[in-house]
């Protein structure tokens, strides 16, 4: 009898029709997306995986989990700073142009530690954050260990997806794939790879319990509608 591959369970628990199928556990979330990231999941059981998340529609708990997993991937440096604003930013403008790159680096020359992460031109027709830095003269971090010298040097550090989790970002790019992808919007604004280290968005309560509440010290919507007041005081 052949061995069962330890993620097809995952699979398993997803595809056992409406009346039997369940989310995953927080802990089965995280152990999946940690077998994903670490290559340890066929490329078949990642596209039903994902395809079945899609078909379901994630819950909390799992988004919670997955963005737990991701967190563990990560090779984060030693004394890695504290930001004030974890940004993220993968969407892309089709009509308007970024103009919150400008409330960002407004933020920074007021003294607030901001850490932006992105990808760049995964859907044609849009622009992206990476390529405007570019042409106003700021170039992305290609290491955490750099970026943490930009946030101490500039308060602003922007890294692509690319350099964060290569492996994520081909999970993003499933979109285009036939087999669908997970949530990834929701799980990389929650991924907060600067903030983790510093014990500022660990708690994993709130997203499962009224999903979702709580990002950073201050979420971007918050600190533009504080900049736009006139409201910034130390």
Known sequence: MQEQHPFAK?????????????HLTVDEAIQSM????????????????????RLKEEAPEEIAGFTLGSRATFDLPDGIPGVDIDWSSYAGKRIQLPWFILAALALAGAGYRVFMH?????????????????????????????????????????????VLSPKLRELIEFKADPRASITGSQLLTHAQPFQCANNDAG?????????????????????????SRGGWRN
């Open 203 to 227: 708690d994993i309560s709130s997203w499962v319990h009224g999903y979702p509440r709580r990002r950073s010290r201050h979420s971007w919507p918050t600190a533009y509608g504080r900049l």
């Open 118 to 162: 992105g990808t760049d031109g995964h859907t044609a027709g849009r622009v992206y954050t990476e390529e405007t830095l570019r042409q106003l003269g700021i170039v992305p971090a290609n290491s955490l260990s750099e970026a943490a010298d930009h946030i101490g040097m500039f308060n602003f550090a922007y890294v692509s997806l690319d």
């Open 10 to 22: 995952y699979v398993a628990i997803l595809a056992r029709g409406k009346t039997k199928q369940r």
């Open 34 to 53: 940690k077998m994903i990231l670490d290559g340890d999941a066929l490329p078949e059981q990642i596209g039903a995986f994902l395809m079945l998340l």
